[in-house]
Structures are given as C-alpha cells and as structure tokens.
C-alpha cells in the first residue's frame, strides 16, 4: 500500500537534448548529458531532497520544503552554467527546471498524483536556465524567496479546471537587482492579440482573426491532415486564449515541438504555449523541412 504525504516535487531537464546528439554524436552528448545528471543529484542531496529516478535526460526529485526545492533548484542552474566542461561548438549547455508542491503518494521508490504531473507542467513552461513554479509553492517559501519570484503567466494543467497561476523563480544576481514589480496574485496578464500559421505540405492555416482554433490528426476531416502510424485520429489542436496560442495534445503518443531556437518540448493528453516559430511533429520529432514536419510560426 501506499502512502500519503505532502513534498516539492521537482523536474529538472537538459534543453535540446535530441540536438545535442545530433550536432555532438553520441558520445560527447551522453558525457554532456551524464554530468548534468550527476550535478542535479549531487544538489538534490545537498539540499535534503531524495532523487525518485532519472528518465533519459531527466531528474525527478522531493524535498521536504519549498526552500529546500528551490535552493537545489539555483544551485543546479549555477553550477551546470558555469561549468565550462559543458561548452560546445554552438553555445553551452542548459537546463530547465519544474517545481510545485503538493500531495503525492508514495509506493515503493515513486511516487504518483496530479501534484506530480503539475509539476511536470511546470517544466515544459519553462524554457533554458529558468526554474518556474506554482503558487501553492510561493505561499510556502520563506521571505527571501518569495522575494525572488515574479508572476509570469497562466496556464492549463490536464485534470484541473482553472488555470494555474505561473512564477519564475530569479536564481541569477542580475535578474534579482532588475527585478520588475510582480503582478498581484489574482490578476490576469494581459494578452496581446495573436495569430498562428500553420503550413503543412504546401497548405496553410491562420488561426486567430476570427478562427479560434485548429486540429491536427490523420482523419480527414481535420484542419490538417497528417498521415502515419503513430499519428492519432485526432491528434493535436491548437487554439487562442486570452492572447496565447496554446498547443492541446489528445494523442496516444503524444506531440513534439521543436523550436527554431533548439529548445524541444514534449506533451501528452496536455497543453503547452506555442511562441515563436518551430516544427511540430505529432507522434515523433520532425525535424524542419521533412515530410510529417508541420511548420508554425506565432505572429503578433
């Protein structure tokens, strides 16, 4: 059986991973990739928190507090930006960082629960070097944290109802001293009008100006149609809210988005923010140019 108890739960990743193998090849990358594994478990345990268990190029661990999660949190940031052994040819390595606390249960070496999966949610929010979190999880830092958080956005989570409030946690000094003014808990940002064109095999679809969304799947009767074996009948959607462009997967294996800046997302039976251009591939990486590659870009 097992048990109930409340923790921070945190996900910690390497940005472009899939890229790194493919500019690097397979040995240099997994070196890369295995020493920021090492970092992120050597400040999980610096810092109290249990490693639950690493998935490719992904830790997920608990900590007893909220400080402790977002101490190990910097500490992680810090120490994989300045390590020059993660240099490369075209830049530096980089990781993203999720953390919400909450209720999970706990069986044997894992643990299980929604608060697990809005954690998770909390990563693919973030993109390279920032460390986003909830605000279950401000409400319970201590005063010098909660003064180095801002809110940044909302966003959906699978299984929940409302929109999630989203605060980036500032880890750098620089960021800190130019701080901006934090938006009051209940208020929603405003959102710019936006746009979204899709282009697949010389069609293309605008969504915004009066069409508020699109499917994506291999069924004919979607707004694009993509055929392959691991591509659901209806796959993906895409929709404007409140200014965002939001990315919905209703997949069996779920939908991956590769941005023009090397940052990949991957999301299944969830929602992610579509900014920018990039490619999404449903059921596999596309990469840009090739024949499932659905191409987008975000205007204002």
Not at 49 to 64: A, H, L, Q, W
Not at 127 to 152: D, F, H, Y
Not at 187 to 200: A, E, H, N, Q, T
């Amino acid at each position: 059986m097992g048990s109930d108890v409340e923790v921070a739960i945190l996900f910690a990743d390497v940005v472009g991973s899939t890229q790194l193998y493919e500019r690097l090849g397979d040995v240099k990358a997994r070196e890369m990739v295995s020493r920021c594994l090492e970092i992120m478990r050597a400040a999980t345990e610096r810092h109290s928190g249990s490693v639950i268990k690493t998935m490719g190029d992904e830790v997920m661990s608990t900590f007893p507090t909220a400080d402790d999660a977002m101490s190990a949190a910097r500490r992680m940031q810090e120490q994989i930006s300045q390590d020059r052994a993660l240099d490369h040819e075209e830049g530096h390595v980089a990781i993203r960082i999720g953390c919400h606390y909450g209720p999970v249960v706990r069986e044997q070496r894992d643990i299980f629960g929604s608060a697990v999966h809005t954690a998770n949610r909390m990563t693919s929010q973030a993109k390279a070097k920032q460390i986003i979190t909830t605000l279950a999880t401000v409400e319970l830092l201590g005063p010098e944290w909660r003064s180095l958080v801002r809110q940044i956005d909302v966003a959906t989570v699978r299984g929940k109802a409302d929109e999630i409030v989203l605060f980036e946690v500032l880890w750098q000094p620089d960021e800190a001293t130019s701080m901006l003014p934090a938006v009051g808990m209940g208020d929603v940002l405003p959102g710019r009008p936006k746009r979204l064109s899709l282009r697949f095999q010389g069609k293309e679809i605008l969504v915004g100006d009066g069409r508020k969304s699109a499917t994506l799947g291999r069924a004919e009767d979607n707004d694009v149609v993509v055929k392959g074996t691991l591509i659901s009948r209806l796959h993906a959607r895409v929709e404007v809210h409140r200014g965002k462009i939001s990315l919905i997967d209703e997949s069996t294996n779920g939908t991956f988005v590769l941005t023009d800046s090397g940052e990949e997302f991957f999301v299944r039976r969830d929602s992610t923010q579509l900014t920018g251009q990039g490619v999404i591939g449903l059921g596999r990486i596309a990469q840009p140019g090739t024949a499932l590659a659905v191409h987008y870009v975000v205007e204002d």
